[in-house]
């Protein structure tokens, strides 16, 4: 039986459905080609002809080939592997999400299409949550190890700041107790998961705890050795947490589908009234005790 000719808005839509499929296929397959595990292989595999399967279906309708976009592929297949397959997948498919195509509409010319288009990201999601990986398994060492170095690094840092007066010396007191907080973090995490049975994954806890941990430490502690102002430099380490605390919200927000706003905005008020009490207590410190660097 032949089709009824769609409208030119639903064709348009198709189009870019199609597009975001077969651009997905390539994407998973290349992620797939890559993978040293077998069953991540698999699974990437198994969306990758999923999407290829939707692109046929689509296809059929508008009686026209699509071609992959490039840059998409080139973009999400580095961010996969630079930040994780887990997250490079869930923020394309947010993506998509934003992309101009209404099912709802479309589904008033091709009836199936609101039912394949449920299907698709209900199967999606399924095999996506099969992914195995240390980032994901291991994020609550480093979510330990970012809040707990960004909380007392730049509480220490603050205090240093008003104390001494002294950007050379602020440094190096801050990345002298950065080393020690970092490998009293990860000794702390590694004693934590052995106490709580998890014998196999209780050095690599440990491992990534004290990586965040120095990673924080660095972006709090440059300031101090690239501006003569300790004030400058302080405010300098305060956006730059904020930075991270962004950034690191935004990945877990994204990677484990939670609210982005409420975590962000709880570390960052934390942050700050640390290091505003730090601040204080070390102007005290300085007035009692006559310090004069």
């Known amino acids: 039986m032949k089709r009824k000719p ?15 499929e ?9 992620l797939a080609a890559k993978q040293r595990d077998p069953h991540n292989a698999e699974v990437l595999n198994r969306i990758a002809d999923d999407e290829h399967k939707h692109y046929e279906i689509w296809k059929e309708y508008t009686e ?53 288009s449920k299907e698709e990201n209900d199967h999606e999601a399924q095999l996506i949550d099969l992914l195995e990986e240390d980032k994901l398994k291991y994020i609550g060492s480093i979510v330990l190890g970012l809040n707990d170095a960004l909380v007392e690094i730049l509480g ?12 050379r010396l602020v440094a190096l007191a801050g990345i002298i107790t950065g080393l020690a907080g970092a490998l009293s973090m990860s000794s702390s995490e590694y004693l934590s998961n052995k106490s709580e049975g998890n014998h196999e994954g209780a050095v690599k806890s440990a491992i990534f705890t004290g990586i965040a941990y120095v990673f924080a430490v660095v972006f709090l502690v440059v300031p101090y050795l690239l501006f ?51 601040f ?14």
Do not use: C
Not at 156 to 167: D, R, V
Not at 248 to 265: C, G, H, L, T
């Open 6 to 20: 769609l409208s030119s808005e639903t064709r348009s839509q198709l189009l870019v459905a199609q597009g975001n």
């Open 22 to 30: 077969i651009t997905e296929y390539h994407i998973y397959k290349q």
């Open 64 to 116: 026209t080939k699509v071609a992959p976009s490039k840059w998409k592929i080139w973009k999400f297949y580095w961010i996969a592997r630079i930040f994780g397959i887990t997250f490079g997948i869930k923020l394309m498919e947010k993506g998509e999400e934003n992309a101009q195509v209404n099912y709802n509409e479309i589904a008033a010319e091709i009836p199936e299409a609101k039912i394949i």
């Open 156 to 167: 220490t840092l603050a205090g240093l700041t008003f104390a001494l007066q002294n950007t």
């Open 228 to 278: 003569t102002s300790p004030f400058v430099a302080l405010i300098v380490a305060v956006v730059d947490s904020v930075l991270v605390v962004f950034l690191y919200s935004y990945y877990i927000s994204v990677a484990n589908d939670q609210p982005f706003r409420k975590r962000f905005w709880e570390m960052v008020i934390l942050s700050t009234v640390v290091g505003l009490i730090s």
């Open 280 to 293: 204080g207590l070390g102007y005290l410190v300085r007035i009692m005790f006559g310090i004069d660097v």
